[in-house]
């Protein structure tokens, strides 16, 4: 494996033992640390690699993982075969909750990590060695779900301290418990803040989007079993949660169109229309698709409110 850049960094593997989902997460003073550092995969585990990183780290773990070995022995594998390995910071969890981690001993000051009952902190280049233990207690001590208590944990690296050098990208990969063959790309959260002044606000305003979308997907799903009351609630905690963005409030205005629930629609369609009127135009051409089941006296309805 060859030498890469330095990616002084603070990061979390972890499994969630409700879901069994795999997660890893990151921060670092290095430009789009999530193209380097994370890697996860459903039903497999998930890596972070850092330090001096070597990437090979997070594809050759996951590949062993894959064929049944251990975090453990997937990583000691991998370390024994690194010259490099004690410039290596490397972390990873298994689709067990098992988990392995490896801080070598030319990492840079400040840096440590903590394992924990199915994760794993580490952190390199921090401006105090407190860092990693402030991460392990938040992941413990918050509640809500597996991307809640990742996030909780980088915010608490940088409340500690963080990277001697501050802050600048950031990302977040969560993948299932169980493989999809027919589409083995898909992760439960996958989001990355490349370059930014303040990367962890950024991350958890993309988290709170994200969070929209899935509210809005669980809408759809139930809309398309029948079931408008579970969907216009949903639409409604998607609406809560997306802020300015008209998309989520034009697509619950369609759905109720079509589900004859015309009052309720009128008044989101408006606030859509304010915001640019080229929804309307779109409004149109889905009509004309069939996506949007209006005859002309509902359509002029419709139009009514963007006036």
Same mark, same amino acid.
């Given at each position: 494996?060859?030498?890469?850049?330095?990616?002084?960094?603070?990061?979390?593997?972890?499994?969630?033992?409700? $879901?069994?989902?795999?997660?890893?997460?990151?921060?670092?003073?290095?430009?789009?640390?999530?193209?380097?550092? $994370?890697?996860?995969?459903?039903?497999?585990?998930?890596?972070?690699?850092?330090?001096?990183?070597?990437?090979?780290?997070?594809?050759?773990?996951?590949?062993?993982?894959?064929?049944?070995?251990?975090?453990? @022995?997937?990583?000691?594998?991998?370390?024994?075969?690194?010259?490099?390995?004690?410039?290596?910071?490397?972390?990873?969890?298994?689709?067990?909750?098992?988990?392995?981690?490896?801080?070598?001993?030319?990492?840079?000051?400040?840096?440590?990590?903590?394992?924990?009952?199915? *994760?794993?902190?580490?952190?390199?280049?921090?401006?105090?060695?407190?860092?990693?233990?402030?991460?392990?207690?938040?992941?413990?001590?918050?509640?809500?779900?597996?991307? @809640?208590?990742?996030?909780?944990?980088?915010?608490?690296?940088?409340?500690?301290?963080? @990277?001697?050098?501050?802050?600048?990208?950031?990302?977040?990969?969560?993948?299932?418990?169980?493989?999809?063959?027919?589409?083995?790309?898909?992760?439960?959260?996958?989001?990355?803040?490349?370059?930014?002044?303040?990367?962890?606000?950024?991350?958890?305003?993309?988290?709170?989007?994200?969070?929209?979308?899935?509210?809005?997907?669980?809408?759809?799903?139930?809309?398309? /079993?029948?079931?408008?009351?579970?969907?216009? /609630?949903?639409?409604?905690?998607?609406?809560?949660?997306?802020?300015?963005?008209?998309?989520?409030?034009?697509?619950?205005?369609?759905?109720?169109?079509?589900?004859?629930?015309? @009052?309720?629609?009128?008044?989101? *369609?408006?606030?859509?229309?304010?915001?640019?009127?080229?929804?309307?135009?779109?409004?149109?051409?889905?009509?004309?698709?069939?996506?949007?089941?209006?005859?002309?006296?509902?359509?002029? /309805?419709?139009?009514?409110?963007?006036?």
């Amino acid at each position: 494996m060859n030498h890469k850049p330095l990616v002084a960094t603070y990061s979390i593997v972890a499994r969630d033992p409700n $879901t069994g989902n795999l997660g890893v997460a990151v921060q670092s003073h290095y430009f789009s640390s999530g193209t380097v550092v $994370t890697w996860a995969e459903a039903g497999v585990g998930a890596v972070a690699t850092q330090s001096f990183a070597d990437p090979a780290y997070g594809k050759l773990g996951l590949d062993l993982m894959r064929v049944g070995r251990s975090a453990r @022995d997937a990583l000691d594998g991998l370390v024994a075969a690194d010259r490099d390995q004690q410039l290596r910071q490397v972390a990873m969890v298994d689709v067990k909750g098992m988990v392995a981690v490896h801080t070598g001993a030319r990492c840079i000051k400040e840096a440590g990590h903590t394992v924990g009952e199915g *994760f794993s902190v580490q952190a390199n280049m921090m401006h105090r060695n407190t860092v990693w233990g402030a991460m392990a207690d938040a992941y413990r001590n918050t509640s809500g779900d597996l991307a @809640d208590r990742l996030m909780a944990a980088l915010e608490a690296a940088e409340a500690e301290g963080g @990277d001697i050098r501050g802050m600048q990208s950031a990302a977040m990969l969560i993948a299932g418990p169980e493989p999809d063959p027919q589409r083995p790309w898909l992760h439960v959260v996958d989001l990355r803040v490349d370059d930014s002044p303040q990367p962890l606000k950024e991350l958890r305003r993309i988290l709170q989007v994200h969070n929209a979308y899935r509210h809005r997907s669980l809408a759809d799903q139930a809309f398309a /079993r029948g079931d408008f009351a579970t969907a216009n /609630r949903e639409y409604m905690e998607a609406e809560g949660l997306i802020g300015d963005n008209p998309e989520v409030r034009f697509w619950h205005a369609v759905t109720l169109v079509n589900a004859n629930r015309i @009052d309720e629609a009128l008044p989101l *369609f408006k606030i859509v229309f304010a915001f640019d009127p080229r929804w309307l135009e779109l409004t149109e051409r889905l009509r004309a698709v069939g996506r949007l089941q209006a005859d002309d006296s509902i359509l002029a /309805r419709i139009r009514s409110s963007a006036v």
